[in-house]
């Protein structure tokens, strides 16, 4: 399986959660798309442990398993379709949570998060 990982569940992972490192280890490649990557500097700037987390997610993003996923213009297209279904089901998310379904829907991968809004877009694999 593909798994993308979205900002809470890496953090999981790196907390320890069970059902989180279980599912990253049995995947058969993780993916990172770069709003999460985003996201986590930002917390990592925000937080005392700035330098310690940064060496933790380099440790990780080093691994033969892990990708970067990096929008594009086909991630655009699926972008603008996802917030105008968000738009029109009046169900709307966060941005970079748009972001982080366009691409995963963009590579027909399953996003892992722990994060209830994802569930208003039917057409994305979760886990």
């Known amino acids: 399986m593909n798994l993308v990982l979205d900002t809470n569940t890496y953090r999981a992972f790196t907390d320890g959660n069970a059902a989180t490192v279980r599912l990253i280890r049995e995947a058969d490649k993780i993916w990172m798309p770069v709003p999460v990557l985003a996201e986590l500097r930002f917390g990592f700037l925000?937080?005392?442990r700035g330098q310690a987390n940064e060496a933790i997610l380099a440790e990780f993003l080093a691994s033969s398993r892990v990708g970067i996923l990096v929008c594009d213009q086909q991630t655009a297209h699926y972008y603008g379709e996802l917030k105008m279904q968000l738009f029109k089901q009046g169900t709307p998310i966060p941005i970079n949570?748009?972001?982080?379904?366009a691409i995963t829907l963009q590579?027909?991968?399953?996003?892992?998060?722990l994060d209830s809004d994802f569930k208003n877009i039917r057409q994305l694999a979760l886990v």
């Open 97 to 101: 949570d748009v972001w982080i379904a």
């Open 46 to 48: 925000r937080g005392t």
């Open 107 to 113: 590579h027909r991968f399953v996003l892992h998060t």
